[in-house]
């Protein structure tokens, strides 16, 4: 029995399971990080706001946005779900986009730019994105291997008898406003 097991297990039967498990712990660390974005600016964002006056638009944007990204959600079990997932991905690429604005204005505005405060939210703000980043990409990674086990021989007969069940998982994508090069202007 032993023997039958190690053999079965050489060949690849564990695989699928395996690699779904991995790229569900990684798309556990992408929501993760997302939610930390979410706790945390809030509250560096109140920090900030009685010195930004002048730039309370922006910093209303990055609530609303933060509001909307967190309305959405998305777990384990329906990051097989094209739609679901293209509507969290747009929130959270909304988030981004107020957040890159904060950012261009704390650049127009030194004595804004100045302030501690203010210097400590865009260091958090670099941070987490980063964060995001790198949790994306080990979730792209991780998916990438299971939908490669699910389509490629061994694990493609596995993928036809034993977990006919498994589908491909969904991976972020760039869209199209943000793949334009960013132009830089000096008035």
Known sequence: MALLALCLAGCGINNIPTNEEKAKAAWSDVLNQYQRRSDLIPNLVETVKGYAQQEKDVLTQVTQARANATSIKVDASTI???????????????????????????????????????????SQIEGTENRIAVARRDYIDAVRVYNTELRTYPGALWAMTLYRNNKPMETFTIPEEQMKVPQVKFN
């Open 80 to 122: 097989t779900d094209p739609e679901t997932f293209k509507k969290f991905q747009d929130a959270q690429a909304q988030l981004s986009g107020a957040l890159g604005r904060l950012i261009a204005v704390s650049e127009a505005y030194p004595d804004l730019k100045s302030n501690q405060n203010f210097l400590a939210l865009q």
